[in-house]
Every structure is written in structure tokens, then in C-alpha cells.
């Protein structure tokens, strides 16, 4: 166990058993601003068992128990115990770390069936920048979700049924399918759903072409099938076109587009209906789940079916939630969708638990996320004044990462640069979109996220080329240092180790909120110590064996923040 805190916890919890008469109780270990840790779990523990706080403190510290980790103990307040950690047992901790390739974070012990729905682009459209966001916060959440050792499943959950598909599939047929998918296939998705609309507004023969067309392809026939097929798959293509260039862990198997629980639709009102919860309302089958009104104060239907075989995106939603739970077994379902569908997910959600396809232990969270804004604080567009389109917005962030790439290492090889560029302009888009809180709206600000100061994916991927030069330098193979002795003297060393060994702390409090900023406040404050930790401490000027634990402490600081930056999806170049 690397973590003081997880580590002091363990140490008192006999202690705080037989105090709580051979019964378990939390001795609630937290970091402390005026030592290293705090245990604050005398307060609770007296309550419950009629006693002075301030004794169980005294106890605490009487066991000796601590004495194995603290320098000092000190009872502060109503019966508080500061622990400030000795040199010894930081330096012994970091140790263990260092030797460690999982970096102190432990595999969990209860692993869970996850299965996260993420970017869900619709076909025949363009993947606009809402879908960017749920794109990296998803992949995200899935490389600490797999790190940590639970079972992640991904579903890329396309939109690819509907009324919609009537009128793009006569167009399809209007144009040839040559022609269309030469059109389609350069990735123009909007300028082709523009022109079927303009058809179908223009024309009262291509809409009662379009409405036919609609009732084929859900009577399933096979011609109509085929060219909805090939719709899909054009759109996909350049989905994935995306997906590589981001470097996202997304292919063709993880799609599960709305269409894929067709099937399961008839089913999902059949079994709404067996339970009486169906109610028919203005020609429609709803349910009314409870706590949910309108503006007026009237309460608020979810409509799964409108006429016959009408369905719609709840009911969609809804065999979702069957299929996941019933076929693969989810223990947990994140849905990294944008803010505006909260009411839609909060009544689906509500529907299942009604239904009991959705009882606890099992959850479902809508993982929100909320807009994308310009500098002018309205929505971000392009420099043509059309709303920002994704593969845009991505070759605009290669353009300026070259620009500050030549302007801060003009001696790159072709090939290095090339491949710096393309680190530093995805990284930068990453890390700006991932390191704000992701409830809240966020200005996109090329200018400060290509920047190499402050809170940025540069700065963070210049912190570890930098330490990777001192190795360079010295010409000392990074891996010789690795699980050496970490001695620890100055406080900026004392600093940097403490922040290495909270490492898994900060990837559970990420997780607990599944907020990706929580894990990108963590590697910018690592790089930041680190700076402190470099302009205070010579580290190959130093004499031995100083010298040697300066480097070790280098070494796993830089493997920390390529970790970290990798559960983000960020790439670390070793040179820049
Ligand atoms: N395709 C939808 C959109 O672009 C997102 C789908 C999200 N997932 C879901 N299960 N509803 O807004």
C-alpha cells in the first residue's frame, strides 16, 4: 500500500475496532493543511460510544501504532490527531513505488461490468464539437476505468434510425450511389443532409417517396436495407477517420447504433405494458414516472410509442438499458452525453428502475457535459462563421501546433516535427477539454491552450521531455535509477514525494465523480512541484548518493506524469 493515507488508515483500524467494542468504525484519515494527515475519526467514534473525543485521540496516539510513519503527533482541537509522516517512511513508500509499474495503484478488489457510451456521432452528419467533447471525456473515462481493473465495455451508440432516413436514402437513390458516396465519402456529411432536406422541402413526390422509404426499411426490406447500409458505413469511415487522428480507442466493434435494438423495441413496450405502465395518452403509449411536470405543473409523460410501431429514442434508450444490463451483465452505465438530454436520461432512467430492469446495486449515471463556447462566449464556429465542424477544428490545432513548434525548436528532425506537431496540437485540444470542470461550459481559447505556461497539455508534455533530457544529458539510462533509495531532505523534495505517492488517490476521487479535471489538476500540480522541486535541488551536480536519489525521484515523476497524461489520452514525447 503506497498511499499514506490508505496506509494510516489500515494501521488504526484495529485500533479504532476495540475502542468500538470489536465492531469497525472509519478512523476517517484525510490530507491536512497544517500537517501531512488529519484523523478526525475520534469525533464520530466518541459520539457513538459516549466518550471524549480527546481520550480516543490520546489512545491513538498512546497505541504507537503511528509511530512507524509519523515524526510527530500532535492532538489539535476537539480531538483531531495531526500526523506529520518521518523522512524514513515517505522515502521507504516511494521505494515501493518506484519498483511498482502500476505506480503505487492497486488493481481493484471488486471489479465491475462498465459499460460507457460515448461520442454516439449521428449519421449522415457532421460530428460537431459536443460530440469532440464526449468523444475524450469517454475515452478517457475508459483508460482509468480499464487501468483500475474493471471490465469496460464501450458502446459507440450512433444515430442511425429514424424518420430521417427516409429522405437520405431517396436522395442517395437520386444522386447514384457513386456520386453519393464520393460525396459522402469526403467526409461533407452536413452539405449532404442539406441537400436532402432541400428536396424534401421542395418536393411533394420525393416526401411521399421519402415517407414509403420509412415504412420499408422498418418492415425490414432488403433493398432498402442495403442502401441504408451503405449510408452507415460511409458514415462510419469517416467517424473513424476522426477516431485515428485522436487517437481514440473506438473501432467498428463497439458500435451499437440505435438501430441495433430494433428488435428488442416491441419487446420493450410489451413488457411496459405487463407491468401497467402504460398509460395512453393523446394517441400515444407513455409512462408518467413520478416527480417529473411540465411548465404548468402537470406532470410529464416519456412517450415510447406514437401510432403503431412509432418508436423513439426512449424506447431506444430504454432496450438499451435491457440489453445492457440483461445481455452483458452491466454493473455500472455511464452515459457521457451533453447536458441538454438531462431530463430525457433522468425519466429513462426512472422508467427502468419502475420497471425493475434497473435496481440497485445496478446504476446508470448521465455523465453531462455542458457547451462549447468561443472566446466571445457564444457558441464556437468556424472562421467562415459555420458552427465549428470537428475535422476543422482539428487541422486549425495542427496548423498553430506548428507554429509554436517551429518557434520553439526550429532543430526537429522532418519526422520528429511531424510527429511533435501531432502530439502537441491533439494533446493541447485534449487537455483543454478535458482539464475544465466538465458541467460547466468552457471557452475554447486556441491562443491559451497552445500555450507552454501554465494549466495547459504543453506545458505538462514539455515538464516530461525536460526530465527525459536530464537523462539524456548525463547519458544515464532512466530505468538503472528505478526502485534505488529516495532520500528525503529538502522540503521541495518532501513536496514532490508526497505528490507522487497521492497518485492513486487522485485517480479514485477522479473516478468517484468521473471528472477527468480532478485527474488533470493532479499531473499539473506534479509538474509544478517538480519545477519547485528542479530550481531548488542540483540533481547531476549533486554529490552521491544524493545524486542517484535525485535522479530516481526525477524518473518516477516523469514516469507519473506520462501515466497520467496517457489515462487522459495525451500523449508524452520523450523530446521536444
Ligand atoms: N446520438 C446522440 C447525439 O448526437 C447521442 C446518443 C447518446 N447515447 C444514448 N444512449 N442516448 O446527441
Request: hydrophobic share 40%; with cysteine.
Amino acid at each position: 500500500m503506497s498511499d499514506p493515507i490508505a496506509t494510516i488508515s489500515d494501521l488504526l483500524a484495529p485500533i479504532f475496532a476495540a475502542l468500538n467494542g470489536g465492531e469497525s468504525a472509519d478512523p476517517t484519515v484525510r490530507p491536512s493543511d497544517r500537517a501531512d494527515a488529519q484523523v478526525n475519526g475520534a469525533l464520530p467514534l466518541a459520539k457513538r460510544i459516549g466518550g471524549n473525543p480527546r481520550d480516543i485521540a490520546q489512545a491513538v496516539v498512546d497505541s504507537g501504532v503511528l509511530d512507524v510513519v509519523a515524526s510527530e503527533l500532535e492532538i489539535a482541537g476537539p480531538g483531531f490527531v495531526n500526523v506529520t509522516f518521518s523522512p524514513e517512511f515517505v522515502a521507504n513508500q516511494l521505494a515501493e513505488v518506484s519498483a511498482d509499474d502500476r505506480l503505487g495503484v492497486p488493481a481493484t478488489t471488486v471489479p465491475k461490468t462498465v459499460v460507457i457510451d460515448y461520442s454516439a456521432p449521428n449519421v449522415a452528419k457532421e460530428m460537431h464539437v459536443g460530440h469532440l467533447r464526449t468523444t475524450l471525456i469517454g475515452d478517457a473515462l475508459v483508460r482509468m476505468m480499464e487501468f483500475r481493473g474493471h471490465r469496460v465495455i464501450r458502446e459507440n451508440h450512433i444515430g442511425d434510425w429514424g424518420t430521417p432516413f427516409g429522405m437520405l436514402i431517396e436522395h442517395l437513390v437520386d444522386l447514384g450511389e457513386e456520386r453519393a458516396a464520393a460525396h459522402l465519402s469526403l467526409g461533407d456529411l452536413d452539405g449532404f443532409y442539406k441537400e436532402a432536406r432541400a428536396a424534401f422541402d421542395a418536393s411533394e413526390e420525393f416526401q411521399a417517396r421519402a415517407r414509403q422509404r420509412v415504412v420499408l426499411l422498418q418492415g425490414g426490406d432488403a433493398e432498402t436495407q442495403r442502401l441504408w447500409g451503405l449510408l452507415v458505413e460511409l458514415s462510419t469511415k469517416h467517424f473513424n477517420t476522426v477516431y485515428e487522428m485522436l487517437g481514440v480507442h473506438l473501432t467498428d466493434d463497439d458500435l451499437a447504433g440505435e438501430s441495433t435494438y430494433q428488435p428488442l423495441m416491441p419487446e420493450v413496450i410489451e413488457r411496459l405494458r405487463r407491468l401497467d405502465l402504460l398509460t395512453e395518452s393523446d394517441g400515444a403509449d407513455v409512462v408518467f414516472p413520478p416527480g417529473f411536470t411540465n411548465r404548468d405543473g402537470d406532470p410529464l409523460p416519456l412517450i415510447v410509442q406514437k401510432g403503431a410501431g412509432g418508436f423513439n429514442y426512449a424506447t431506444s434508450d430504454l432496450a438499451c438499458v435491457i440489453d445492457r444490463v440483461e445481455r452483458l451483465g452491466a454493473d455500472l452505465i455511464l452515459y457521457v452525453v451533453d447536458a441538454g438530454q438531462q431530463q430525457h436520461f433522468q425519466m429513462v432512467f426512472t422508467v427502468a428502475e419502475m420497471a425493475g430492469w434497473l435496481a440497485p446495486p445496478r446504476e446508470a449515471v448521465h455523465v453531462a457535459f455542458g457547451i462549447v463556447l468561443g472566446t466571445d462566449r457564444k457558441r464556437l464556429r468556424s472562421r467562415s462563421g459555420e458552427p465549428m465542424k470537428f475535422v476543422e477544428l482539428l487541422d486549425e490545432a495542427l496548423e498553430r501546433a506548428a507554429v509554436a513548434i517551429d518557434e520553439k525548436d526550429p532543430d526537429l528532425t522532418a519526422d520528429q516535427r511531424g510527429e511533435t506537431i501531432h502530439m502537441i496540437g491533439i494533446g493541447a485540444v485534449k487537455y483543454a477539454e478535458l482539464s475544465t470542470d466538465r458541467v460547466k461550459d468552457y471557452v475554447f481559447d486556441w491562443d491559451r491552450m497552445l500555450s507552454f505556461d501554465g494549466n495547459t497539455g504543453p506545458y505538462l508534455q514539455y515538464a516530461h521531455a525536460r526530465i527525459c533530457s536530464i537523462f539524456r544529458r548525463a547519458d544515464i539510462e532512466r530505468s538503472s535509477v528505478r526502485g534505488l533509495p529516495i532520500l528525503i531532505d529538502t522540503p521541495q523534495e518532501r513536496g514532490l514525494a508526497l505528490r507522487l505517492l497521492a497518485y492513486p488517490t487522485a485517480i479514485d476521487t477522479t473516478l468517484e465523480t468521473y471528472s477527468p479535471h480532478k485527474l488533470c489538476t493532479y499531473v499539473y500540480e506534479l509538474a509544478t512541484d517538480f519545477t519547485a522541486f528542479y530550481e531548488h535541488c542540483p540533481v547531476l551536480k549533486a554529490d552521491e548518493p544524493i545524486r542517484t536519489s535525485r535522479l530516481a525521484l526525477a524518473d518516477l515523476t516523469a514516469r507519473t506524469l506520462a501515466h497520467g497524461l496517457d489515462l487522459l489520452g495525451i500523449d508524452a514525447p520523450e523530446q521536444m
